[in-house]
T-cell receptor, first 112, second 112 residues
Framework: ELKVEQNPLFLSMQEGKNYTIYCNYS?????LYWYRQDPGKSLESLFV?????AVKQEGRLMASLDTKARLSTLHITAAVHDLSATYFC????????????FGQGTRLTINP | KAGVTQTPRYLIKTRGQQVTLSCSPI?????VSWYQQTPGQGLQFLFE???????NKGNFPGRFSGRQFSNSRSEMNVSTLELGDSALYLC???????????FGQGTRLTVV
């Protein structure tokens, strides 16, 4: 059974600092997604990583995927308050249906 | 381009009642999947429908059921509601298996 683990689960950081969120998964997959969720809101798609070595960047966020290590990272550069949210990684299960297995989420708080 | 629409947005029900939630996918998307989000269990996959057929089901009791119509709209039904069914129910639409999923705003169900 596919398991997805994120760490840290809680992250409080100051504006201007850099940090990385890690997403490990337990079985083979070549497709990983990162989502953002604001309190009480739905999931907003951030990145789709489709192959080993994939790297995507949008603004202060950069995501990468290492399928051999079964690891994805979400790196935050020079954090700003607007990035405060919960971030989820989700792994495609390689089955013939659309099914994502999510990590527990990382609640990111960025303080001025 | 219209996004994924879920109705209703909020719902309060009494234990023992049943409830039906609706999801209209993005035009052209044929896959609709449902997820339950709770603080304790996180995001969990309920089931997925593609072209009116359920292709995959998560580990939930039979009280949780769904269906999909020929226009790809989907409904999920929960019978004999329990307090533990209180959650945010999210639906996601996609073209098919292993394609990017886009989430609706969710239905927040409270069982009292």
């Amino acid at each position: 059974e596919l398991k997805v683990e994120q760490n840290p689960l809680f992250l409080s950081m100051q504006e201007g600092k850099n940090y990385t969120i890690y997403c490990n998964y337990s079985t083979t997959s070549d497709r990983l997604y990162w989502y953002r969720q604001d309190p009480g809101k739905s999931l907003e798609s951030l990145f789709v990583l489709l192959s080993n070595g994939a790297v995507k960047q949008e603004g202060r966020l950069m995501a990468s995927l290492d399928t051999k290590a079964r690891l994805s990272t979400l790196h935050i550069t020079a954090a700003v308050h607007d990035l405060s949210a919960t971030y989820f990684c989700a792994v495609d299960t390689l089955q013939g249906a659309q099914k994502l297995v999510f990590g527990q989420g990382t609640r990111l708080t960025i303080n001025p | 381009k219209a996004g994924v629409t879920q109705t209703p947005r909020y719902l309060i029900k009494t234990r023992g009642q049943q409830v039906t939630l609706s999801c209209s996918p993005i035009s052209g998307h044929r896959s609709v999947s449902w997820y339950q989000q709770t603080p304790g269990q996180g995001l969990q996959f309920l089931f997925e429908y593609f072209s009116e057929t359920q292709r995959n089901k998560g580990n939930f009791p039979g009280r949780f059921s769904g269906r999909q119509f020929s226009n790809s709209r989907s409904e999920m039904n929960v019978s004999t509601l329990e307090l533990g069914d209180s959650a945010l129910y999210l639906c996601a639409s996609s073209f098919g298996a292993r394609t990017e999923a886009f989430f609706g705003q969710g239905t927040r169900l409270t069982v009292v």
